[in-house]
């Protein structure tokens, strides 16, 4: 066996590494690969490193930071996709690895199950509850479509010939690479257009393109499109694929129309039939405004016809007002002539001031006489009552005290011939309650009642014992 080492060529690490490489290279060239991500790692430098598996073996991938933005969509962890490369080793680490030039989701399948898992988290957030009426006539239409194809003249033609509106295009491209960041890039440069600027601000905003296979509607599925439809200050219309093909920005605007030809329909209404739908409404208003003053007319009938005669009740209140003048007109002289009557008669009921004059100088003679008469007896009695006054006031002042004060000594005596404390000094009391009210009779005393006795020297209280009237003095 030692015999044969000899003839073993020898290699060393580099060289034997370098020969694998090459093997690899030379035999595989360029391979397509499918398999689930995972392990995705994107580096500063802008290079991408994951690595592909199935259910029994796992190769190493790398994206290189030229071909990123060319690999055809964005590689994420859980996605089953086809990797185009070239095999490749890596020799410092003897792995054998694919450097990835593009990436393609693996099958319908795959794809229908990324974009329903987008579509539960996009629902879940309510981006697909709101839902905004479009403007009945917009001055300005945007669209976003590529501005070759049918797509971009269908919606024209139907515009022109609907009810002419200018129309804003955004050209985009709607399918391949970065196709979803230029749509959305479109929308969301429409929605952040200022109003009165020196580009028109679009009422409406239709996105649009033709029928194709799901892979090349791939880019009205993507988050980022699908987010910024969703954001749109603009009522939007999508118009993707055909009437069978539905996309994650359906869900998100305003209004889905299966045709971009239908789109423009909804966006514009046609001008034949707003005139016919105006002279409709202009008929049933006329007919309406016909009818309520028909109506009105006939009420007001119905109201005059219960109201009185006014020419009657106007010849009637003339007429009185005329009887009213003439009765006025020879009021005042009769009243003149009746209050010259009264006066007439009042003057003659008066007497000449001479006779009245003379009947008061014989009253006055009269009285005269009489108190003539009787001044002499008045003078008498007068003189009289002056006599005894003098006489009682020149009687001396001290008898006239001794007399005061006799007759206040009789009064004192009478005083105390009444008064209960000469009866208290002769051993009598007095019983009252402690209100000091008098208690007349033992019937009034109830059991236990407070009382007061008076004495000639005090008062003492007691407490009723019995009905007995027998007290309890304390002794």
Known sequence: MSDLLPNTPEFSVSELAGAVKK???????????????????????????????????????????????????????????????????????????????????????????????????LAAEGLFERKRPLPMLPAVIGVVTSPQGAVLQDIKTTIARRFPRPILLWPVPVQGEG????????????SALPAGGPIPRPDVLIVARGGGSLEDLMAFNDELVVRAAAAC????????????????????????????????????????????????KSARLTGALARATSQARLLLDRAGAKLPDLPSILGAARQRLDDRGERLTLALPNYAAARRAALERLANRLRHPREILAAHRNTVSLLEHRLTAALPNQ??????????????????????????????????????????????????????????????????????????????????????????AQLDLGL
């Open 23 to 121: 093997t690899l290279e030379g035999a595989f060239g360029r391979v397509r690969v499918r398999g689930e991500i995972t392990e995705f790692k994107a580096y500063s430098s802008g290079h991408q490193y994951f690595a592909l598996k199935d259910e029994s073996a796992k190769i190493r991938a790398i994206i290189w930071k030229g071909v990123a933005s060319r690999v055809g969509l964005k590689a994420e962890n859980g996605v089953e996709v086809i990797a185009t490369g070239r095999i490749t080793s890596y020799p410092e680490r003897s792995e054998y690895q694919l450097i990835v030039e593009r990436l393609e989701y693996a099958g319908a399948g795959a794809l229908l199950a990324r974009i329903e898992a987008l579509k539960v988290k």
């Open 179 to 190: 196709a979803a960041e230029k749509i959305a890039a479109a929308i969301n440069g429409f």
């Open 233 to 280: 200050s603009i009522p939007l219309i999508s118009a993707v694929g055909h009437e069978t093909d539905t996309t994650l920005i359906d869900f998100v605007s305003d209004r889905r129309a299966p045709t971009p030809t239908a789109a423009a329909e909804m966006a514009i209404p046609a001008r034949l039939e707003l005139l016919a739908d105006l002279a409709q």
């Open 379 to 468: 003078v008498r009695t007068r003189q009289n009552a002056a006599s005894l006054l003098a006489q009682r006031l020149d009687a001396p002042l001290p008898g006239r005290l001794r007399e005061a004060r006799l007759r206040l000594e009789n009064l004192a005596a009478r005083l105390d011939s009444v008064s209960y404390a000469a009866v208290l000094a002769r051993g009598f009391a007095l019983v009252t309650t402690p209100k000091g009210a008098p208690v007349s009779s033992a019937a009034l005393v109830a059991p236990g009642a407070a009382l007061i006795i008076k004495f000639a020297d005090g008062d003492v209280a007691v407490k009723a014992a019995a009905k007995t």
